[in-house]
């Protein structure tokens, strides 16, 4: 398995959830890694993008409230959620964007792990 997220569940408004994702080191290694998101009838869009120096890219709508970090010794990628708002909800991928601003992928699309906030 190159890529794999987990984490993910159900979460009252203002609470928050850490989502893991843990990848080939093959895959790791060198490369930027992403956060997705995809909530019904939206398309998928960048949450959060992470490179292997630590720079990092976030979509306005989770700026100050979501923290991307990596384990380059886990090749793993974290994505902590904080002050979490129903419109947060959706199905949350990892991916290997080129960029930062994550407008392309290198790898398919795989399962995600479902965020649901609701009271």
């Keep these: 398995v190159q890529l794999q997220a987990s984490g993910g569940g159900l979460v009252q408004p203002g609470g928050s959830l850490r989502l893991s994702c843990a990848a080939s080191r093959n895959i790791f290694v060198k490369n930027i890694m992403g956060w997705f998101r995809q909530a019904p009838e939206k398309r998928r869009e960048l949450v959060a993008a992470i490179s292997n120096g630590g720079n990092t890219n976030y979509a306005d709508s989770v700026k100050d409230r979501f923290t991307i970090t990596r384990d380059n010794a886990e090749n793993?990628?974290?994505l902590h959620m904080s002050r979490l708002k129903p419109e947060d909800t959706a199905v949350y991928y990892c991916n290997v964007p080129l960029s930062l601003s994550g407008?392309?992928?290198?790898l398919p699309w795989g399962q995600g792990t479902q965020v649901t906030v609701s009271s």
Excluded: A, K, N, S
């Design 76 to 78: 793993t990628v974290y």
């Design 103 to 106: 407008e392309y992928v290198r």
